[in-house]
């Protein structure tokens, strides 16, 4: 019953700013891995941004500097900070979470929510 809902998405011009976020609910024990893929019209999903349960963070290098993953642990909440975007960003934003209930363990995506990058 747990369930992992992505929003934040939309339309954007170049060089502006969107929040994506990820909220899981459920009765939840834990949320350990978690990260943003995206996937564009024809092209494979790909890791935009990874966050360890620790915190560490990892990139890809198309994003580095502009893209921030947080999360917070209180909320079951996992955050996507995306700065200075442009058109290639363009793609559906999907969340991924490794999560833990009092049963079992499993890894859950979201929905999926478009961030179109365009003037």
């Known amino acids: 019953q747990v369930q992992l809902v992505e929003s934040g998405g939309g339309l954007v011009q170049p060089g502006g700013s969107l929040r994506l976020s990820c909220a899981a609910s459920?009765?939840?024990?834990?949320?350990?891995?978690a990260g943003w893929y995206r996937q564009a019209p024809g092209k494979q999903r790909d890791l935009v941004a990874f966050?360890?349960?620790?915190?560490?963070?990892n990139y890809a290098d198309s994003v580095k500097g502009r893209f921030t993953i947080s999360r917070d642990n209180a909320k079951n909440t996992v955050s996507l900070q995306m700065n200075s975007l442009k058109p290639e960003d363009t793609a559906v934003y999907y969340c991924?979470?490794?999560?833990?209930?009092?049963?079992?363990?499993?890894?859950?995506w979201g929905q999926g929510t478009q961030v179109t990058v365009s003037s």
């Open positions: 991924n979470a490794d999560i833990a209930t009092m049963t079992l363990r499993y890894t859950y």
């Open positions: 459920g009765r939840i024990f834990s949320i350990y891995a």
């Open positions: 966050i360890s349960s620790g915190g560490v963070t």
